[in-house]
Structure formats: structure tokens, C-alpha cells
């Protein structure tokens, strides 16, 4: 039997459908020899690093490192807006290493309050702050053998927030905060043990581990923790680990085999948990970037995965990439250092690839010959708070319309256009396309943001991984019949 004309021309419009395309990710050197990435702003536009007993900043304002003029230690942490920045100086009251914040307006480091005692030249270590510049978190020495985690903000000064069961000698240690500063993550020894203080509560929770001998005490520690604290990463059982409520302790893995000299360690973990980065080895020197998505059995080299998903730079511009410290809250950018092909110690920015929006199909002409446009800015992501805007131009002015989606892509005849979007689909709320007053002409358009819809949870298919599409439905009353149609846009839903 012959396929009727009209329906083998949808098959093979249909077949012409594209995906969405995968926008070209990148690598770059942040420019400093022997300068190494920290942190990253949870924004991902500053970056802080450290090198020459100094800590360094770099901005996409101005893409090279600049000496903040001190700073001390391996754990310099940058604000977003590059504000404030988080690390150790020698304080000049008593000559002791002792945890500090830089204030960009002034240019200048501020030692923050000990816990009142030091060991040897240390006073207390400033190892995350948040995302607004507003808290730090680290060790204070409380005697000279017993060191606890403390947490500092402007208005309450450094709190202690100690341990969870006491002991004689034991210490406790705050790795990481969250992005809002309500959580912190970190360890306590005696034994060694992984810990989410809940910083408004005034309470903490251990974390377990992956010791199958000992699951709820065995040794673990937790160096990472997501953007509202619903995260946690670290290492445990010479293996990375995430961790949170709902799910507990979960191994993410190491490169290679676990144990003789060889573990994987979590640093840094995305917002939504379904990105951790972090490194594996013998230690931090002999070691390679990894990085682990949800789903993944065992965690990938950072090289081969950039090399594998269209960035070849990473493996001809880099003998080696070594250490992935932070990530972005969205996903979007890591940094860490690595090994030049010149052989250079330098600190390196990621930014990862991500599914970019593609238009398709056919738009309706409408009355007054114009065919609507559908077009995006930006791209759609679970977890990001940038706007994913899919718009329409090129219609009639001052006319409603909407945008509505689903999850199939198609090309059927329909009300004397296309439909583009496979039924059933969701609509979204009305909206004018403006545009000039008076005599009609194709000055409207319209705009929708989908992200905005994505972060509000209230269609649970929206998530990522998803494949979408959209359409722009519109009035047109001199029309046959009475209604405008915009071509269509497809995309990912990136992490």
C-alpha cells in the first residue's frame, strides 16, 4: 500500500528535525606561572588562587591573575562580585598565622578572632566562605592540643561550633560552607569522622562512611558542600563519596583501584549533586582532576572527559590536569591546576559544554507577510539562576499569545501552519506582544523565561537530561483561521 503524499512529506520533515546542539566547551590557562586555582565564586566569574605565599584573584572583568599583596595557605576562597576573599595572613598583633577576609574595596586583610590559644605559629585557618562574602569557616586553636571548627560572620565574630562528642584532645575542622551560609561541612577526629553542622540550628549530623566494616563510624571526611547544603562531598574508604539525607553516604568512586596507595577525594559538588569534582592519587602532587556525574558508576579523568566531549585543548595545551578544587553552584565552570605542555605549574578554568537550543520546522506566514520568529537567549538549565529567555519576534503588535511546550518534536499540518510541538503540551500564561500603537505592523513580540519555570518545580518532568521543545501560538484576526504560529525550538535541559 502507497503512503499517502501528505503524510510521507511529515515523515521526512519530521526526519530533518535537529537536536539540539552542543555548544563548544573550553579550557583555559588563568595566565600566572606557578599560580594555582582554589576557589571559584559561585557565580563562576572570579576565580582565587595561590602561589608565592600570596593569595591571587581573577575576574572575566579582567582575565588575569592579580596579587592580593598576602595570603597564606592552599585555601584561598573568592567571593561572587570578587568582593571578598578568604585566607590566612601573619597577623602583625602577635606574629601567628591566623585566618582573614580581604575586602576589595579597601584592598586590605583583616585577621579574624581566634579562639584564644595557637600551636606553634598558628592561630587558626580560614579554609571556605560563602558566596556573598559573609561568613567564614575553618580551624581555631582552643588550647594548644585541641583545635575546633569555627565559623565568622561580621555581626556575631568567630563562634565555635566544636564538636559533637567530646573528648580529650579531640579536634574538629569546617572545610567548606554553603553558597547562603547556613550549613558547613567538615570532619572531627578521635575517630575521624564526616559532619554537616547546621549552622542556624546550632546542631550537626556525622555523616557515616564507606567502610563496609564499620558503615555508621568508620573514618570519612568531608572537604565539599552544595550551595544550600543539601550536599555534602569528601572521602572515605580510599573512595569519594556524596552524601545527603535522603539518600545517605553514596560512593562516587576513585581512578583506578581503591586503597595501596591510591584514593579518590571529592571537593566540590554542583548545586543540584549531580556534578562532583575533585582528584585521585597517591596525594595532591601525584595525582589526576576527576570528575563524577549522577548516574555514573566510577568517576572519569577531567582530561579525558573534555578531550571526549569536544575539547581537544585539554590534552594538547596540558601534560596533565591535576587537581580540580571548586566548582561552580550552576555546574558550568570548574577550576583546579594542572601541568602545561611547556611544563608549567598553572591554574586552569573549565567551562563545560552545554546543549544550546536549536530552532525547527516551518512558522505560519501571518497576515501581513511576516513569518514569526522563534529565538533564545541563553540555555536551559536545572540548576542555574540565569534566564533561559525563548522568544518570538516578527509578529503583529498588540496582540496576545502564548508560548506552550512538550517533549516531542514534530511538523504536523495545522490551522494553516505547522505544529511543532508533538501533543499533549503545557501552555503558559498569556502575554501582549506590545510593540508599536496605531496602524498594525510586525513590531511584537514576546518573551518567556523557562528557566524560571524549571526552578519553580511546578512541572516535575522538567528536569535534567530532558529533552523539550516550544512554540509560540499568537491572535491574528485578518488571518484563515484567526491564529499565528511561530516556527519551533528545541532543547536539553543542561544540569
Known sequence: MKTPRHLTALAAAAALLPAAALAQGSISSLGASNVRASGISPDGQA????????????TTVFPAFVSAGDGLGSEVKISNGATFMSADITDPANNLKTAARWDASSSLWTPLPTLGSSSGTSASTAYDMSGDGGRIVGLAWKTAGEAHAFSWTP???TVDIGLWQPGPGWSSRANAVSSNGQFAAGLQTSPQRAIRWNLAAGTGTYLGSLSPSNPVYGPSTAFGISADGTYVVGTSDSRAFIWSAATGMQTVGVLGTPGLGNAGYGLAVSSDGNTVV????????NSEALIWKRGWAVPEKLQDYLVNNGV???????????????????????VGWGVTASGQNEGFRVEMPVAMPSAYCTAKVNSLGCSPAINSIGYASASSSQPFLITCSNVLNNKSGLLFYGFGQIAAPFQGGYLCVQPPSTRTPLQLSGGTTGFPDCSGQYSYDFNALIRSGVDSRLFQGVSACAQYWMRDPASIPTVGLSNGLGFVINP
Open 47 to 58: 576565580v582565587a588562587g595561590y602561589g608565592s605565599n600570596l593569595a591571587h584573584y581573577w
Open 155 to 157: 555581626a556575631g565574630g
Open 278 to 285: 575533585g582528584w585521585s592519587g597517591a596525594n595532591f602532587i
Open 312 to 334: 581537544p585543548e585539554a590534552a594538547s595545551q596540558w601534560q596533565v590536569l591535576k587537581y580540580a578544587a571548586d566548582i561552580s553552584d550552576d555546574g558550568r565552570f570548574i
